[in-house]
């Protein structure tokens, strides 16, 4: 198996909270969920060739209560 790096993420606490649900719900821990979707997120730009939008630097919206 390849050798993974480790990077140092910030993430804002809402967003953590928002992963480590949606990590809980898919039996993933955070770091588990966050490489998943990152991966998600390579394998749909390779199919599309689409690059990220402009808004890539606005803070996302969460629906969460």
């Known amino acids: 198996m390849a050798e993974k790096k480790q990077v140092p993420l ?3 606490a809402k967003l953590y909270d928002t992963i ?3 990590a809980e719900d898919d039996f993933r821990s ?3 969920q966050i490489e ?3 991966t998600e997120c390579v394998k749909q730009r390779k ?3 689409k690059y990220v939008g ?3 630097d606005e ?3 969460f629906d969460i209560k």
Request: no cysteine; aromatic share 10%.
């Open 47 to 49: 199919k599309d060739g």
């Open 30 to 32: 955070v770091n588990g």
């Open 10 to 12: 910030r993430l804002s």
């Open 54 to 56: 402009q808004q890539i």
């Open 20 to 22: 480590a649900a949606w």
């Open 36 to 38: 998943y979707l990152l």
């Open 59 to 61: 803070e996302p919206e």
